[in-house]
């Protein structure tokens, strides 16, 4: 695996050898007072979660992290982050694996591997005094093996191992570079907005074009996927027109 870039300036990182999850320690170190990013690494998990508080399985050798993000910015605005930590995601497994063959994006918060799911994205955000003052972004990365397909829900992609594109790089090289990748994507949003982050998400998307069904809640919606809107809203062309989609579980059609 290559060195890396370096640590990026002003973020600071904590390695923790058990917590219970790392969003769970991020939500009390930022209530102790965090000024400055920083990233939590657990190398171990007792209560790890992910969407909809389900259960987020993690063997040893794999990466759980979170990193807490100090921002005033609006909870919509919050919300792009899940693009800009997939596209860091995404360079990070580049650069631990030297290849982008198989490598795509699973709106809205996937990254994929061979059509599997590689890793998981859940933002959270943090509040001071009743007041939206932060971000935490747990990352779930399978690194050294993957869950079991009885582990998952029905209907999920099967889980995958970044072994499978021949990597397994220890979690605190991972680390290091995924947060300078972030950085970057970090300062493109803040200095030039969300488009060259929709531009650069879209290029990496997964079934783009396709024809993919959206679930909330009871409801499905299929149509094809069409684009993103200008606020990373999943646009998909049905039978009754086209829809825009803030959020929901997306399926393939198989």
Known sequence: MD???????????????ETDSTLSEAQRRFAGGVTRPLWILALHQTAARGRRGRA??????????????????????IALRSFTTALALYDAVVAATGRT????????????????KLAGILLETLQI????AGASIGIGVNLASAPAPGEVEERALRPVALTEAGASPAPEDFL???????????????TYGFAPIRTEWLNRAAHLGQTITARTGTSETTGTFDTLDDTGQLI???????????????????
Request: proline content about 9%.
């Open 56 to 77: 987020w399985s993690m063997p040893p050798g794999n990466f759980a992290a979170t990193l807490v993000l100090p921002t005033d910015d609006t909870p919509d605005r």
């Open 129 to 132: 005094g009743g007041r939206v």
């Open 176 to 190: 290091d570079l995924l947060a300078p990748a972030f950085a970057r994507y970090e300062t493109q949003l803040t």
């Open 3 to 17: 060195a890396g870039p370096s640590w990026p300036a002003g973020h600071d990182k904590i390695i923790l050898a």
């Open 101 to 116: 063959e198989g490598l795509s994006l699973k709106w809205p918060n996937d990254v994929l591997l061979n059509g599997g």
């Open 236 to 254: 998909l062309t049905t039978d009754k027109g086209r829809q825009a989609i803030a959020a929901a579980d997306i399926y393939f059609q198989t």
